[in-house]
């Protein structure tokens, strides 16, 4: 179940992080959250964004459970985006997925090409490419795209994601403000859901405005009815707005 929550939820939180991306002086950051089933602490997660002055992005996320419970999950992804923003508009180059420690390890790469607006997937051993339309993402990419939408006062957005070599829909919607404290603070936020076909999985998540909106709690009920939350622990001081 780890592997599900990791690989699922916790990128959740390493995209939408990347909010702050669209300051005009973002530096270099850090976050690190706490993960958890119910009340037990299951693993840890760390985002890092990096920019350069052509407009380029980095932004990697990292996740690995927690010792007291390693001896059953054993699972630790890295995930990564690489791209550029033209124009307050993402476009990915490049995603990569590992998942190592487990009984099922796995990697894939994305590679974007914007002249034919074609994507290739490398899986396994497998390649195989897909047409997309312009404004297509990665699954890292399309929070960056939803974190612009709330800056500029949006609050129901989609996307097409190019993910597991199909052509995704993902859509958020906001719907509400609430005040959530977190081990890393008390914040105001904006409390956003993603919606879904599924109505057994539940998916919330809460913005911070004060930090470039990154995120400071998700929660996701899955299938099963288990219960998984993702709290902010650390962050650079460089997202606060000042």
Aim: aromatic share 10%; charged share 30%.
């Amino acid at each position: 179940m780890l592997k599900k929550w990791l690989s699922g939820l916790l990128l959740l939180a390493g995209l939408m992080a990347h909010t702050a991306l669209f300051a005009v002086d973002l530096p270099a950051f850090e976050a690190s959250y706490i993960l958890k089933r119910g009340s037990l602490h299951i693993g840890s997660s760390n985002i890092e964004f990096r920019s350069a002055n052509d407009g380029s992005y980095v932004y990697e996320s990292r996740s690995w459970p927690t010792r007291w419970v390693a001896w059953l999950l054993k699972d630790r992804l890295h995930e990564s985006s690489r791209g550029s923003i033209i124009a307050n508009s993402l476009r990915p180059d490049a995603y990569h997925y590992l998942r190592t420690g487990g009984s099922r390890e796995r990697e894939a790469d994305l590679s974007f090409d914007w002249k034919q607006n074609r994507v290739k997937n490398h899986v396994e051993g497998s390649l195989w490419e897909m047409e997309i339309p312009t404004g297509t993402v990665d699954k890292l990419a399309s929070q960056l795209g939803m974190m612009l939408a709330l800056r500029q006062d949006k609050d129901d957005v989609t996307f097409k994601v190019a993910d597991g070599g199909r052509l995704k829909e993902y859509r958020f919607k906001v719907i509400g403000h609430e005040t959530v404290e977190v081990p890393a603070g008390t914040f105001e936020t904006v409390k956003i859901t993603k919606l879904r076909d599924n109505k057994d999985r539940v998916t919330y998540v809460w913005c911070a405005p004060a930090l470039n909106y990154l995120p400071v709690r998700i929660w996701q009920r899955e299938t099963d009815d288990a219960e998984y939350t993702s709290d902010l622990e650390k962050f650079s001081e460089v997202l606060r707005v000042q």
